[in-house]
């Protein structure tokens, strides 16, 4: 087991049931290829709720987590669309997505910009200029109005993913 802190993280000041979540326009990676796509066009598209999932570096212990419970999860299959943010590079996501055999689009964010707008940005152990997503996960209407949202108040921290579920509307 990997020996580390559990560290409370600042309150978040992210978007709410009820509010509208901000749009943007980022590298949408797959297995095997990457172009910019706006997230606004994405949920319009979509057959259902846009759920969006934020993890830190796509690499990392919390980002494969995340990434495998929702491959086991079969959220591919259960939900509108399930895309990503993180941090990481449009050649890493796609390397990650090939080796986990991940079947979701995840858009690269190396500036952490749409993490710092969804205000679940946090910096990286005292590192300056550093920061990258906390996990977070928002259900959105195809008019990118929140519908649910889970946002950890901790690091490491992972939702219950059957209460989630619930109330992400993927039962």
């Known amino acids: 087991m990997v020996d580390f802190d559990v560290v409370e993280l600042a309150e978040a000041d992210h978007p709410r049931p009820g509010d509208n979540a901000p749009d943007f326009t980022r ?5 095997e290829f990457w172009e910019d796509r706006t997230l606004s066009t994405l ?5 259902g709720p846009t759920i969006l999932v ?13 990434w495998d419970e929702l491959r086991d999860r079969d959220w591919d299959e259960r939900a509108g669309r399930v895309i990503g943010v993180t941090i990481s590079t449009p050649y890493a996501i796609t390397r990650f997505l090939e080796d986990e055999d991940c079947p979701f689009a995840v858009f690269s964010d190396p500036t952490n910009a749409v993490a710092e707008t969804y205000g679940v940005a946090h910096d990286l152990d005292d590192m300056n200029g550093l920061s990258e997503p906390r996990p977070a996960f928002f259900a959105l209407e195809s008019d990118l109005s929140v519908q649910a949202a889970w946002v950890a108040s901790e690091w490491p921290e992972f939702p219950d993913y059957d209460d989630l579920e619930g109330d992400l509307g993927l039962e």
């Open 27 to 31: 590298p949408l990676v797959t297995d």
């Open 43 to 47: 949920a319009s598209e979509a057959d």
């Open 54 to 66: 934020f993890t830190p570096m796509i690499g990392s212990f919390v980002g494969k987590y995340v």
